[in-house]
């Protein structure tokens, strides 16, 4: 994960320091200890880190600016301190990520079904309609839809097309994007296994320390190449899809080490 070039702790520490100060004062029962939760990162790893004592290991500055920075900050963060990673989300994800006015409804909805599934339906180049939503989820499917379109999350055309604001979206904070995998998980068709429909798989392993930072390749290469196919005019359709990959170590102090793994 960690980009071959020099990073400057100095400035990197002083730009997380910064966030987090800001982050704190932005909300209400905001404390270290609420982020050390969240980043599953010990609190006096945190507080060192917060008093500007103790530079990050780039896998906790990571971690932390998941969690205290917009996503467009956080993509001019990862660009200063970690270019690849950097460029790859501003080359695959900055064209379709903005403010969203509605920000607040937009994730309740995105937390229940079946608005759920409706909204990343709709939020296509090609949209939906209430045909395909009422087959999918009935009664209570058009109810949700009502309440997205009443909201403004979803408009509905005059020729019965129903959308996004937007062509496309995209998500940059780590616990939405895992909140939308577990969806994805009630959405599979188990049915359509065997077919172009649907593929499952899982792997696990043990490999060289030399070897992990390519398990990272494997996947930006795999976001590359998806992005490139569904943005492609030639692959437009109305067929919706959706599709997650992932991949983690079991313990990350097997390739950290107990030191890093704490700072």
């Known amino acids: 994960m960690q980009d071959n070039v020099m990073v400057d702790e100095q400035s990197l520490l002083k730009d997380l320091v910064d966030a987090i100060s800001n982050w704190l004062e932005g909300g209400r029962g905001r404390s270290l200890s609420s982020l050390s939760r969240r980043c599953n990162i010990a609190y006096s ?109 979803l408009v509905e055309q005059a020729d019965g097309t129903i959308k996004y604001t937007h062509d496309n979206w995209a998500i940059g904070n780590i616990e939405d994007t895992l909140e939308q995998v577990k969806h994805s998980v009630e959405h599979f068709d188990k049915s359509l296994v065997g077919t172009d429909g649907a593929s499952l798989m899982h792997a696990t392993g043990a490999i060289s320390e030399d070897a992990v930072p390519k398990l990272k390749i494997l996947i930006r290469n795999f976001i590359r190449d998806l992005n490139t196919l569904k943005n492609s005019p030639q692959s437009e359709g109305s067929v919706h899809f959706f599709c997650n990959l992932m991949y983690s170590l079991y313990d990350k102090e097997e390739w950290t080490g107990q030191e890093g793994a704490q700072s």
Do not use: W
């Not at 695959?92 to 309740?108: D, F, H, T, V």
């Not at 939503?133 to 009502?146: C, D, K, T, W």
């Open 45 to 153: 790893t945190i507080r060192r880190i917060a008093q500007n004592e103790s530079t990050p290991h780039p896998y906790s500055a990571l971690s932390i600016s998941e969690v205290v920075m917009t996503t467009p900050q956080r993509i001019a963060f990862l660009k200063k301190h970690f270019p690849t990673i950097g460029d790859l989300m501003d080359e695959c994800y900055s064209p379709m990520i903005r403010p969203e006015a509605n920000e607040g409804a937009l994730k309740r909805f995105l937390a229940r079904e079946p608005h759920n599934r409706i909204f990343n339906m709709a939020a296509t180049q090609v949209g939906t309609h209430r045909d395909p939503i009422n087959r999918l989820a009935g009664q209570l499917g058009i109810e949700a839809l009502e309440e997205m379109l009443e909201a403004e999350i």
